[in-house]
């Protein structure tokens, strides 16, 4: 079959170039696609200090971009192609599978292994999408730096919320760690990291209602939600501006996939084969409804899907 890959991988995160290795090296004609840059959101982080053989006692050496370019080489020197352009739509339906990319080629697969993962929620604040930018971040380690000395809010009590805030107290004034519970929903080491840093402060049952401002944010209300008293906070007259940081979880990014494979909140369910509903589609990485969303487990899901898909052309193909 001529112009036919063995699989398309769509997603370059860990576990799209982990699948990428696995298939390239069992000697599959593997084509991956990313939309935006490699690394999925290890790309958005500074260091990475819990993935088993990349360690290094030089802080600088643990960032996430020497592991995503040696997992690119990885792939490539083992034959995967990869192109960045995005999917508009998929056909999943029969045995051999479409993938339409937005410049509208049609690139033709016997099996599909999705790995687009998940992407930063939003709160749904008044004022969030116009403030994007503007004061609002949802990552710590591209934007901390912008407001160095100026005084930060971060939204969110869960280990992505408060492990940025102490991140981002190395530059900010002073963070407020935002939690609309009465407790941290985090580990118990970075709880006392967070609880015993002096620029942080904790306001738990606390809600933020708005941002409001003259170009930057200027302005927030927050609301207590145990007495419903609200409250504003401006900016420092010499300040003029400052920072919120959103951290209040991820969604899946898996709507190109609606109606075809079963979900569950978004979440595409497999096995521990990384089988879909559909057969010769598969799935791998924080897509997947799981117990730890690490790197070191996106790799494993994306290593599986590739020797899932090539035992399922064995079978179907011959
Ligand atoms: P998460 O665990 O889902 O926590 C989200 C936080 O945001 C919770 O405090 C939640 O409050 C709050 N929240 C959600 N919606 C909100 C809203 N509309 N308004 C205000 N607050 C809201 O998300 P995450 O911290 O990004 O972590 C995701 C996964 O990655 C977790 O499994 C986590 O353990 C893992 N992770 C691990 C590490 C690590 O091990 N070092 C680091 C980062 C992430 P409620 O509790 O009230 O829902």
Redesign the pocket.
């Known amino acids: 079959m001529d112009n036919v890959y063995d699989t398309i991988i769509i997603g370059g995160g860990p576990a799209g170039l982990s699948a990428a290795i696995y298939a390239a090296r069992g000697k599959m004609n593997t084509l991956l696609f990313e939309k935006g840059r490699l690394g999925g959101q290890i790309s958005i982080t500074d260091e990475l200090a ?1 993935y088993p053989g990349f360690f290094s006692e030089n802080h600088e050496e643990l960032h996430p971009k020497y592991l995503i370019e040696k997992m690119e080489n990885q792939a490539k020197y083992f034959g995967a192609n990869i192109e960045f352009k995005e999917i508009a739509s998929v056909k999943l339906d029969s045995k051999i599978k479409e993938v339409t990319t937005t410049d509208g080629t049609v690139y033709k697969t016997k099996t599909v292994i999705v790995t687009t993962g998940a992407e930063p ?1 939003k ?2 604040t008044k004022g969030e999408r116009e403030y994007t930018g503007k004061g609002i971040s949802y990552c710590g380690t591209c934007d901390a730096d912008f407001f160095t000395d100026l005084e930060v809010f971060c ?7 408060v ?1 940025e805030a102490i991140y981002i107290a190395r530059f900010a004034r002073k963070v407020t760690l ?4 009465d407790y ?4 118990n080491s ?1 709880e006392e990291k967070a609880k015993n840093n002096p620029k942080i402060e904790i306001k738990f049952r606390t ?2 209602l708005e941002v409001k401002g003259d170009g930057m944010i200027q302005s927030a209300i927050f609301k207590n939600n145990e007495t419903n008293e609200e409250w504003e906070y401006k900016a420092d007259e010499e300040d003029g501006l400052f920072g919120v940081f959103i ?4 969604n899946p990014v898996s709507k190109l996939f609606d109606g075809m494979l079963d979900m569950e909140d978004g979440f595409i369910i497999a096995g521990e084969d990384m089988k879909t509903n559909v057969d010769g589609v598969f799935v791998a990485g924080d897509l997947r409804p799981k117990l ?3 790197v070191v487990t996106a790799c494993s899901d994306g290593a599986l899907a590739a020797l899932s898909a090539e035992k399922y052309i064995e079978y179907s193909f011959g």
């Open positions: 819990n929620r709160l749904g939204i969110g009590g869960g280990d992505t919320s492990e935002v939690v609309r519970k941290l929903r985090c580990a970075i809600e933020l951290f209040v979880g991820y730890a969303k690490q």
